[in-house]
């Protein structure tokens, strides 16, 4: 059975970003960022995330993310990988579970989901998934 969940999260750390490339005005860059998550998902994660910056700004991103928290209910623990980029088309921001990542109440969970910016600057989500 496919499930459908959403709700928002708070960005709770970013730690500084660590240049691992320049040349001709883009710049590679490594991240940790925390969240919290809020709705239909509440818990934590951490994420590591590879980001990309051209002179027109912030281009995109790939990552993986560490999320503990309570799925409608069930406790555990999964892993999201992240792509996320930007044109003249608007943002895209997109996240996969990566399969057999789940843990406790969650083992084997898949699924994918998206991630919006608000006009608030804020952030919403949601996710498409199925558990075993």
Known sequence: MSLHAGGTFDIDGWDAEKPYQEENGTKLSRVQVGKTFHGDMVGTSTAELLTVETQAGPAAYVGLETVRAILHGREGTFV?????????EGQWLRWEIVATSGTGELTGIQGQGTIEVMPDGGHSWTLDYTLD
């Open 80 to 88: 999201l990988q992240q792509s996320a980029g930007g044109g003249a």
